[in-house]
């Protein structure tokens, strides 16, 4: 199941729990197959293998269903919280029992429809097999669900120490840009009042945006690439600034992406190595360009581009862990951990062809705003 499409079949569920429940469908359809193929070579002569097939998929999936998406759907009522929707309560644990039940009986009604037996027939003529197959239903689904409980809690701890190191890196990065814009201030005070004036209100716009995206949750789709996109702008008119004609940029992103979901301060270190390692050691600086856009059905392309001396100045180092010119700096760490803590399959590209200049694309999944994104001002 890719992304594109189990993001159309669940679109009816909370946007945070769709990944998860793809995921373990895919886990629970996997094992169905062993449990059927099992079932069935332990006793071969008593049906053929297509019947182990269609009971084993309709009980397990009926199972999952009421005890994943539908549980997800309901989660209010079962007062669970995101992004994993487990909680240990007697509420929860009613429901669990129930969705087991109910999913073995409309799958084995499903199964008995198709094979025209009746499972249920076997209560009479052979209790203790009828109980036997109950009692393994029930404890391979209890089994299922406590391992998807760990596995969804280690998920969310995970989530969350990465969040907290992304945290960690915009802290030191944000001091580096400030101290280096007040003390361009200072000087421009004393020798160009008007131009510190617009320094000053660059530089207020930037706080504001910062102190905003530093409140926002990198996973809770609030930062948009607009959001993004304005933020590099107030910090491009802050280095225009500094560096006057030196300093060109261009900012393109279509309107139908502005909606688009990103993590806060995704873009900004990779224009920031731009203007510092290509355009700053450049005597005539040159022009940034970040470009959005669509790429295939179910991705995402940024590209940031510099017209600086490229990545060919200055030997590659192996042994220096933090140099931008064999692509391991500091802000560019930074961007590849934002975009491996992203859901999907994201990457992120460096090319510096000979001659200068140099190139970051970011591949990043695809996803369609909501209604309530797409409302919002």
């Known amino acids: 199941m890719t992304p594109s499409i189990a993001h159309t079949l669940l679109r009816w569920l909370p946007r945070d729990g769709r990944p998860g429940v793809a995921r373990r469908g895919l886990i629970v359809w996997g094992m169905a197959l062993l449990i059927a193929v099992f079932q069935w070579l332990a006793t071969p002569q008593e049906h053929p293998l297509v019947y182990s097939l269609v009971y084993s998929y309709a009980i397990s999936t009926s199972i999952w269903f009421f005890s994943d998406p539908l549980r997800i759907a309901?989660?209010?009522?079962?007062?669970?919280?995101?992004?994993?929707?487990?909680?240990?309560?007697?509420r929860t644990g009613a429901y669990m029992l129930a969705s087991i039940v109910l999913g073995y009986a409309l799958g084995t009604a499903v199964g008995d429809a198709?094979?025209?037996?009746?499972?249920?027939?076997?209560?009479?003529?052979?209790?203790?097999?009828?109980?036997?197959?109950?009692?393994?239903?029930?404890?391979?689904?209890?089994?299922?669900?406590?391992?998807?409980?760990?596995?969804?809690?280690?998920?969310?701890?995970?989530?969350?120490?990465?969040?907290?190191?992304?945290?960690?890196?915009?802290?030191?990065?944000?001091?580096?840009?400030?101290?280096?814009?007040?003390a361009n201030l200072r000087a421009l005070i004393a020798t160009d009042p008007p131009?510190?004036?617009?320094?000053?209100?660059?530089?207020?716009?930037?706080?504001?945006?910062?102190?905003?995206?530093?409140?926002?949750?990198?996973?809770?789709?609030a930062h948009t690439l607009a959001d993004e996109f304005a933020r590099l702008r107030d910090y491009l008119e802050l280095m225009?600034?500094?560096?006057?004609?030196?300093?060109?940029?261009?900012?393109?992103?279509?309107a139908e992406l502005q909606r688009h979901a990103v993590p806060p301060l995704l873009l900004q270190p990779l224009v920031e190595n731009a203007i510092r390692h290509g355009l700053e050691p450049?005597?005539?600086?040159?022009?940034?360009?970040?470009?959005?856009?669509?790429?295939?059905?179910?991705?995402?392309?940024?590209?940031?581009?510099?017209t600086g001396v490229g990545m060919d100045h200055s030997p590659p180092n192996p042994t220096t862990p933090n140099n931008p010119a064999n692509g391991s700096g500091f802000g560019l760490a930074q961007v590849r951990e934002r975009v491996a803590s992203l859901p999907g399959t994201g990457r992120v590209e460096l090319s510096s062809p000979p001659g200068g200049g140099t190139t970051v694309r970011l591949h990043l999944p695809f996803i369609k705003p909501s209604a309530a994104q797409t409302a919002s001002p």
């Open 240 to 254: 225009a600034v500094r560096m006057g004609p030196r300093l060109a940029y261009t900012l393109n992103l279509p």
């Open 282 to 306: 450049q005597v005539e600086g040159g022009r940034i360009s970040v470009h959005a856009s669509q790429h295939g059905a179910s991705g995402l392309l940024i590209e940031v581009t510099d």
């Open 114 to 182: 198709f094979s025209g037996r009746s499972t249920w027939a076997l209560l009479s003529l052979s209790p203790q097999r009828f109980w036997g197959f109950w009692l393994s239903s029930l404890g391979i689904s209890f089994g299922f669900l406590f391992y998807f409980y760990h596995r969804e809690k280690g998920l969310d701890l995970e989530r969350q120490a990465t969040e907290a190191r992304l945290k960690l890196l915009e802290t030191q990065l944000e001091p580096h840009m400030l101290f280096n814009t007040l």
């Open 74 to 90: 309901l989660h209010r009522w079962l007062r669970t919280e995101p992004p994993h929707f487990w909680a240990f309560t007697p």
């Open 195 to 221: 131009r510190a004036i617009h320094m000053l209100d660059r530089l207020n716009d930037y706080l504001r945006a910062t102190l905003k995206a530093s409140r926002t949750d990198a996973h809770s789709g």
